[in-house]
């Protein structure tokens, strides 16, 4: 079984590059364009939540 996570992330721009941040997890990521970073945001929350327990794990 698959979980949705839903989390609120900030995107802003530091030395050249944009930051993607989730703070509520304190997960971060970057990228070239604003639309790379949140991707790759994207991609670290993923693994981040299956680096987690599941129902099934206890």
Same mark, same amino acid.
């Given at each position: 079984?698959k979980?949705k996570?839903? +989390?609120?992330f900030?995107v802003?721009q @530091?030395n050249g590059?944009f930051?993607?941040?989730c703070?509520? !997890?304190?997960v971060? +990521?970057h990228?070239?364009?604003?639309? @790379?970073?949140i991707?790759?945001?994207?991609?670290?929350l993923? !693994?981040?939540?299956?680096?987690l327990?599941?129902?099934a794990?206890?």
């Open positions: 079984m979980r996570q839903n +989390s609120n900030v802003v @530091e590059v930051v993607a941040r703070p509520d !997890l304190d971060a +990521s990228g070239a364009t604003e639309k @790379e970073a991707e790759n945001l994207e991609e670290a993923a !693994l981040f939540f299956e680096d327990p599941g129902p794990d206890g």
